[in-house]
């Protein structure tokens, strides 16, 4: 049994110029000690998604409008504001992209990590000390009884990373939510983190979820694979087949958009068109003006889900097809 | 703390920052279109109208004459007969706000103007050469930030204004001198701040290294983009003036007869205001509404340019 | 930090000198008889007029005269009046007073604009947001010298419920002229707190925060208010500055003995000396402030070093 399962999730932002559905249906879900990758272009929902889970949406302008989030086989979205906290940080947590704006900038690194084993725990201020020492030990902070009384200003850019990645596992969640970990660092940097996420994961046998533009970090660590377009999962399955035999034409696009070492100095091939409007998203489905295998029932009917076997999902009309090359 | 002005040099000054970042046009269609909407800018704008059309035309709205003082009827409270009651003088306290209005406006508007000249240049060019012409100009402008604005004020005025001497002129003059004086420097850092971002980007960098005169770069490329927030604090502005105005009236240094305004009948009312609060309190009222109309109108403008609060 | 300390104090001469000079040639320097009207009816002796010429050494040209005040002023000398009294001794007894009178304004505006400021951000574009937003506006239409002339008809005189001018100079006396005072700044602190509170509302770490499982009151009143009231606090410091200088309307109002209406007499009279003196010092206490403002800034926000 899935330890979080999202299903047909819907969230929909309420902004001036009109309603843009964000979210159009997201399902996914992820085991205990699995790595689930979520892929897609800029402003497919991928983040939306995650904070949905969380419940750190704004509303306004966010709506969750549909759509159920099971933790544990019980319904997020139906608990009470005080029960579902209790879940945010022990049961889920999250890593956010840029830890510089993430962290509280007046505080000190060990005080944002020791709040929550005070607050959430009640440990007293000394173990609490002690215990976000052990945390950055763990993320492999040089100096920890040190640097835990700095601010996050002080640290590098990867070492504030490793920071927040510590603070997301003060209460033990069986749940990671990682959104991008990596993108705001250097290229150096990028790997060591990856490498600690996929270390910590494997020993806390936590289930984690991996949102990202990395092609090549997606293979080497994600156990399965979403795609994600325009607000919904258009293609899901296990790591090695989806990288081999991609059953939607978007996935195809992105993995041939990937650079690859072997055609060193031959032009990137990058997926043409725009991201749709979600202010006024594609009839049909919603890939088919930019789709090369377009045929004219896309542009009218919505695909639904094609199951390929051994689930392998695809959100395409023609999935077979396109699984046969 | 008497001039309002100086608080919102700051956030006027974000605005600034913004405004200079996206293209101008569009930025100013949609402040447009977000003024637009906004009930706050119309009643404001009403307000505002209609005080410029009382200064101009005092005539339409009274047919008393506001310097016909009968002792007979002194201090007698609002009647059918005068709205607002007389005062100690036996003046139509109405007639007198009405005919008051224009020299209250006129000294706002050109305290404002004199602000705005004295700052954008020193501002502008102080945000474009840099180096010891900003040092200096910054510093000048710290003196006059130190004086306290009434303090100030009140030494110019006594000081420059000496008694026997009542031409109308000379005293407006004074006194719109006098805010000019202590206020350029916040309308300056504003458009210090502009033009520094302003500097820095492209398409001045572009004019620069295609080699424009600095008197090019300044009019035609860097002038329309700081105009903005300068604009916005002159709105505002313009509404603490005025109240400064009646603030120094009040103080027995600013107008006073036989100009007519809002702060000398605040003035000429004060030490009665057990007995005819009338005197003081319609003036008051009328000070108060076009100030906050000139402030409500700076706001919304101040809003409808910040991308921010979108 | 010492450093720092050092050169901004060196920054602040040439703005102090500036200032004082100004304010200086102002008094001095105008055309017109300043012993007019000091001897009653008659003109003054002249042996009374060259003694006072050479006791303020108004022969030497202006910048030798301010130079030699200036000299006089650090060795603590504030000067005497033409009839004598010595500057400080007006200056020891009304000084306490103002600084009384700034510091009750100050908790008055910081606790009634930080609290209507936390309320409207929290609540954008609510019922109590915009009651806030338009009381604001009009507290700052409101000219000090209505506000204070109403509520002291309105309180003082109608109702009865406050004397109309202060009865003593204890921190209690001088709530009524401390509201006065801060009233317009109140109504710039709480739309300062408004907007940094609305800004904070979005930032990522508040969503830190919640992902972190705090209680909202947590999240509000500790990761939203310490980064919010940065600049509120700061923006209190430099008013406590402002007010000094700014008390000459409401201490005329109510009767407070403060140092407003020692320099309000002083000017009336060409008490050129007072005025000097007294301006001096507002000018200093002024600059002082903005530096303890800034410093402040670095206890307040870790960001920021000096160096
Ligand atoms: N506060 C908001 N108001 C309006 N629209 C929003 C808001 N936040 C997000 N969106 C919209 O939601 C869509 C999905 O955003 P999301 O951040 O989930 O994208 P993403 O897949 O994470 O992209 P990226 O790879 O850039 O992080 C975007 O099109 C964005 O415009
Ligand atoms: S359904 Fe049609 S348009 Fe959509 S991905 Fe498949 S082939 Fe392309
Ligand atoms: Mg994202």
Same mark, same amino acid.
């Given at each position: 049994?899935?330890?979080?399962?999202?299903?047909?999730?819907?969230?929909?932002?309420?902004?001036?110029?009109?309603?843009?559905?964000?979210?159009?249906?997201?399902?996914?879900?992820?085991?205990?000690? #699995?790595?689930?990758?979520?892929?897609?272009?800029?402003?497919?929902?991928?983040?939306?998604?995650?904070?949905?889970?969380?419940?750190?949406?704004?509303? &306004?302008?966010?709506?969750?409008?549909?759509?159920?989030?099971?933790?544990?086989?019980?319904?997020?979205?139906?608990?009470?504001?005080?029960?579902?906290? #209790?879940?945010?940080?022990? !049961?889920?947590?999250?890593?956010?992209?840029?830890?510089?704006?993430?962290?509280?900038?007046?505080?000190? /690194?060990?005080?944002?990590?020791?709040?929550?084993?005070?607050?959430?725990?009640?440990?007293?201020?000394?173990?609490?000390?002690?215990?976000?020492?052990?945390?950055?030990?763990?993320?492999?902070?040089?100096?920890?009884?040190?640097?835990?009384?700095?601010? &996050?200003?002080?640290?590098?850019?990867?070492?504030?990373?490793?920071?927040?990645?510590?603070?997301?596992?003060?209460?033990?969640?069986?749940?990671?939510?990682?959104? #991008?970990?990596?993108?705001?660092?250097?290229?150096?940097?990028?790997?060591?983190?990856?490498?600690?996420?996929?270390?910590?994961?494997?020993?806390?046998?936590?289930?984690?979820?991996?949102?990202?533009?990395?092609?090549?970090?997606?293979?080497?660590?994600?156990?399965?694979?979403?795609?994600?377009?325009?607000?919904?999962?258009?293609?899901?399955?296990?790591?090695?087949?989806?990288?081999?035999? &991609? !059953?939607?034409?978007?996935?195809?696009?992105?993995?041939?958009?990937?650079?690859?070492?072997?055609?060193?100095?031959?032009?990137?091939?990058?997926?043409?068109?725009?991201?749709?409007?979600?202010?006024?998203?594609?009839?049909?489905?919603?890939?088919?003006?930019?789709? &090369?295998?377009?045929?004219?029932?896309?542009? /009218?009917?919505?695909?639904?889900?094609?199951?390929?076997?051994? !689930?392998?999902?695809?959100?395409?009309?023609?999935?077979?097809?396109?699984? !046969?090359? | 703390?008497?001039?309002?002005?100086?608080?919102?040099?700051?956030?006027?000054?974000?605005?600034?920052?913004?405004?200079?970042?996206?293209?101008?046009?569009?930025?100013?269609?949609?402040?447009?279109? $977000?003024?637009?909407?906004?009930?706050?800018?119309?009643?404001?704008?009403?307000?505002?109208?209609?005080?410029?059309?009382?200064?101009?035309?005092?005539?339409?709205?009274?047919?008393?004459?506001?310097?016909?003082?009968?002792?007979?009827?002194?201090?007698?409270?609002?009647?059918?007969?005068?709205?607002?009651?007389?005062?100690?003088?036996?003046?139509?306290?109405?007639?007198?706000?009405?005919?008051?209005?224009?020299?209250?406006?006129?000294?706002?508007?050109?305290?404002?103007?004199?602000?705005?000249?004295?700052?954008?240049?020193?501002?502008?060019?102080?945000?474009?050469?840099?180096?010891?012409?900003?040092?200096?100009?910054?510093?000048?402008?710290?003196?006059?930030?130190?004086?306290?604005?009434?303090?100030?004020?009140?030494?110019?005025?006594?000081?420059?204004?000496?008694?026997?001497?009542?031409?109308?002129?000379?005293?407006?003059?004074?006194?719109?001198?006098?805010?000019?004086?202590?206020?350029?420097?916040?309308?300056?850092?504003?458009?210090?701040?502009?033009?520094?971002?302003?500097?820095?980007?492209?398409?001045?960098?572009?004019?620069?290294?295609?080699?424009?005169?600095?008197?090019?770069?300044?009019?035609?490329?860097?002038?329309?983009?700081?105009?903005?927030?300068?604009?916005?604090?002159?709105?505002?502005?313009?509404?603490?003036?005025?109240?400064?105005?009646?603030?120094?009236?009040?103080?027995?240094?600013?107008?006073?007869?036989?100009?007519?305004?809002?702060?000398?009948?605040?003035?000429?009312?004060?030490?009665?205001?057990?007995?005819?609060?009338?005197?003081?309190?319609?003036?008051?009222?009328?000070?108060?509404?076009?100030?906050?109309?000139?402030?409500?109108?700076?706001?919304?403008?101040? $809003?409808?340019?910040?991308?921010?609060?979108? | 930090?010492?450093?720092?300390?050092?050169?901004?104090?060196?920054?602040?001469?040439?703005?102090?000198?500036?200032?004082?000079?100004?304010? *200086?040639?102002?008094?001095?320097?105008?055309?017109?008889?300043?012993?007019?009207?000091?001897?009653?009816?008659?003109?003054?002796?002249?042996? *009374?007029?060259?003694?006072?010429?050479?006791?303020?050494?108004?022969?030497?040209?202006?910048?030798?005269?301010?130079?030699?005040?200036?000299?006089?002023?650090?060795?603590?000398?504030?000067?005497?009046?033409?009839?004598?009294?010595?500057?400080?001794?007006?200056?020891?007894?009304?000084?306490?007073?103002?600084?009384?009178?700034?510091?009750?304004?100050?908790? %008055?505006?910081?606790? %009634?604009?930080?609290?209507?400021?936390?309320?409207?951000?929290?609540?954008?574009?609510?019922?109590?947001?915009?009651?806030?937003?338009?009381?604001?506006?009009?507290?700052?239409?409101?000219?000090?010298?209505?506000?204070?002339?109403?509520?002291?008809?309105?309180?003082?005189?109608?109702?009865?419920?406050?004397?109309?001018?202060?009865?003593?100079?204890?921190?209690?006396?001088?709530?009524?002229?401390?509201?006065?005072?801060?009233?317009?700044?109140?109504? *710039?602190?709480?739309?300062?707190?408004?907007?940094?509170?609305?800004?904070?509302?979005?930032?990522?770490?508040?969503?830190?925060?919640?992902?972190?499982?705090?209680?909202?009151?947590?999240?509000?009143?500790?990761?939203?208010?310490?980064?919010?009231?940065?600049?509120?606090?700061?923006?209190?410091?430099?008013?406590?500055?402002?007010?000094?200088?700014?008390?000459?309307?409401?201490?005329?109002?109510?009767?407070?003995?403060?140092?407003?209406?020692?320099?309000?007499?002083?000017?009336?009279?060409?008490?050129?000396?007072?005025?000097?003196?007294?301006?001096?010092?507002?000018?200093?206490? *002024?600059?002082?402030?903005?530096?303890?403002?800034?410093?402040?800034?670095?206890?307040?926000?870790?960001?920021?070093?000096?160096?």
């Amino acid at each position: 049994m899935a330890l979080l399962e999202v299903e047909d999730l819907h969230v929909e932002f309420r902004t001036r110029d009109g309603v843009a559905r964000v979210l159009n249906g997201v399902s996914y879900h992820v085991d205990a000690g #699995e790595t689930l990758a979520v892929l897609g272009e800029s402003g497919s929902g991928k983040s939306v998604t995650a904070q949905a889970v969380m419940g750190i949406l704004d509303t &306004p302008p966010a709506f969750v409008t549909h759509g159920e989030v099971r933790f544990k086989d019980e319904d997020l979205l139906k608990m009470s504001d005080e029960k579902r906290r #209790e879940t945010r940080a022990s !049961g889920i947590a999250m890593v956010f992209q840029d830890a510089l704006s993430a962290l509280n900038p007046v505080f000190t /690194v060990g005080f944002q990590i020791e709040e929550q084993l005070r607050v959430r725990r009640g440990m007293s201020k000394a173990d609490a000390r002690k215990r976000a020492i052990e945390l950055l030990d763990q993320v492999k902070i040089p100096n920890a009884a040190q640097r835990v009384r700095e601010y &996050p200003h002080q640290f590098s850019g990867g070492m504030r990373q490793r920071a927040m990645i510590a603070m997301s596992l003060a209460l033990d969640p069986e749940v990671l939510i990682a959104d #991008e970990p990596t993108t705001a660092l250097d290229v150096t940097v990028q790997a060591q983190i990856m490498d600690l996420l996929a270390e910590l994961q494997r020993e806390r046998k936590m289930a984690m979820i991996l949102i990202t533009h990395d092609l090549g970090v997606v293979a080497e660590v994600a156990d399965r694979i979403a795609v994600m377009y325009a607000g919904r999962i258009v293609e899901q399955a296990d790591a090695v087949t989806l990288f081999r035999t &991609p !059953g939607h034409p978007y996935t195809a696009a992105l993995m041939d958009s990937m650079p690859r070492l072997d055609q060193k100095g031959t032009e990137l091939n990058t997926i043409k068109g725009l991201p749709p409007n979600l202010l006024k998203i594609p009839s049909g489905c919603p890939f088919h003006p930019r789709c &090369p295998r377009r045929q004219d029932i896309c542009s /009218v009917d919505v695909p639904r889900q094609h199951n390929l076997g051994l !689930g392998h999902v695809s959100a395409c009309h023609f999935a077979e097809e396109v699984v !046969g090359g | 703390m008497s001039d309002p002005t100086a608080a919102t040099s700051e956030a006027v000054a974000e605005v600034g920052g913004g405004a200079a970042l996206g293209k101008p046009r569009g930025l100013l269609g949609d402040a447009w279109r $977000e003024l637009r909407v906004r009930p706050l800018f119309w009643i404001s704008v009403t307000i505002i109208a209609i005080v410029v059309l009382i200064a101009l035309f005092p005539g339409l709205f009274t047919h008393a004459d506001p310097n016909l003082g009968i002792l007979s009827r002194s201090r007698k409270p609002p009647s059918g007969e005068a709205w607002f009651g007389y005062d100690t003088q036996g003046y139509d306290v109405y007639a007198r706000a009405i005919y008051g209005t224009r020299a209250s406006l006129l000294v706002g508007l050109l305290a404002t103007v004199g602000v705005v000249i004295l700052g954008s240049v020193f501002g502008i060019l102080a945000g474009f050469y840099g180096g010891w012409l900003d040092a200096v100009l910054s510093r000048i402008s710290d003196i006059f930030v130190g004086i306290p604005f009434v303090l100030g004020a009140i030494v110019i005025l006594t000081s420059l204004n000496t008694a026997g001497n009542t031409s109308g002129v000379r005293i407006v003059t004074l006194v719109v001198l006098s805010i000019a004086a202590l206020s350029w420097p916040v309308a300056m850092r504003i458009m210090r701040s502009a033009a520094i971002t302003a500097k820095q980007q492209d398409y001045v960098k572009a004019a620069r290294a295609l080699g424009a005169s600095p008197r090019r770069i300044i009019v035609q490329h860097m002038l329309p983009n700081c105009l903005a927030p300068v604009l916005v604090y002159s709105t505002i502005a313009l509404g603490a003036f005025i109240g400064a105005e009646a603030t120094l009236s009040y103080l027995g240094v600013g107008l006073r007869n036989p100009v007519v305004s809002w702060g000398v009948m605040i003035n000429d009312a004060k030490d009665y205001i057990r007995v005819a609060p009338h005197a003081l309190l319609f003036p008051s009222a009328f000070l108060t509404v076009t100030v906050l109309a000139f402030v409500m109108l700076g706001d919304a403008v101040r $809003e409808a340019l910040d991308p921010k609060l979108r | 930090m010492g450093r720092y300390v050092l050169r901004r104090l060196f920054q602040m001469i040439p703005v102090f000198i500036g200032t004082t000079f100004l304010i *200086y040639a102002l008094v001095w320097a105008v055309p017109g008889d300043p012993f007019a009207g000091k001897c009653g009816e008659r003109p003054c002796p002249d042996q *009374y007029v060259s003694a006072m010429r050479a006791q303020f050494n108004m022969d030497d040209p202006l910048v030798v005269q301010y130079g030699k005040y200036l000299l006089n002023l650090l060795q603590g000398d504030f000067g005497k009046t033409f009839s004598g009294t010595e500057v400080i001794d007006r200056i020891s007894v009304t000084f306490p007073v103002t600084v009384r009178l700034a510091i009750v304004a100050l908790i %008055i505006e910081a606790i %009634i604009g930080i609290s209507a400021g936390i309320v409207s951000g929290l609540r954008n574009r609510g019922f109590l947001d915009s009651l806030v937003l338009v009381s604001t506006l009009f507290l700052i239409s409101l000219p000090v010298f209505v506000t204070g002339s109403v509520i002291q008809l309105v309180f003082g005189i109608q109702l009865g419920w406050i004397s109309p001018t202060v009865k003593g100079t204890g921190f209690a006396d001088l709530i009524v002229p401390g509201f006065v005072l801060a009233s317009l700044s109140m109504a *710039y602190v709480a739309r300062l707190t408004r907007a940094s509170i609305g800004e904070s509302r979005r930032a990522d770490y508040v969503r830190t925060a919640n992902a972190k499982g705090l209680p909202v009151s947590r999240v509000v009143g500790v990761h939203m208010l310490r980064n919010s009231l940065i600049p509120v606090i700061t923006f209190l410091g430099t008013d406590l500055g402002a007010f000094m200088g700014g008390a000459i309307v409401t201490e005329g109002i109510f009767n407070v003995p403060g140092i407003g209406g020692l320099i309000y007499k002083s000017i009336q009279t060409k008490e050129g000396v007072m005025v000097t003196g007294l301006v001096t010092l507002l000018v200093l206490v *002024y600059l002082l402030m903005t530096l303890l403002v800034d410093l402040l800034y670095a206890v307040l926000d870790p960001r920021i070093r000096y160096e």
